[in-house]
């Protein structure tokens, strides 16, 4: 069974750092692109930052460009999200999704979703 599952959400104070891990079970990240999405209170989800299908293409929301960073480990099994400078703004349930052979993270056009993390960033 195709799974992913977020972790390493938490409550962080403004200013702080989290970093979120996404791991894959039952297939190999590599042949997937790979997209952390959010969704804040009352809002809808937004794209934060897409990496492609063999990494080749890495792209970021311009209100995490700079503080975000989005990664690999070695194995193509956990992706992470490394997240600094963090603000009320970014206080969401962040989801990690992957589609498979594709260059882009289309919202409505992934093909695994997990069920997401909870980031709270408050002092």
């Known amino acids: 069974q195709l799974q992913l599952v977020e972790s390493g959400g938490g409550l962080v104070q403004p200013g702080g750092s989290l970093r979120l891990s996404c791991t894959a079970s039952?297939?190999?990240?590599?042949?997937?692109?790979i997209g952390w999405f959010r969704q804040a209170p009352g809002k809808e989800r937004e794209g934060v930052s897409c990496i492609s299908y063999r990494g080749g293409i890495i792209t970021y929301a311009d209100s995490v460009k700079g503080r975000f960073t989005i990664s690999r480990d070695n194995n193509w099994k956990t992706m992470y999200l490394q997240m600094n400078s963090l603000n009320s703004d970014d206080t969401a349930v962040y989801y990690c999704a992957a589609r498979r052979t594709s260059w882009r993270c289309p919202d409505t056009g992934m093909d695994y979703w997990g069920k997401g993390t909870l980031v709270t960033v408050s002092s």
């Open positions: 039952g297939f190999i990240l590599d042949d997937y692109a």
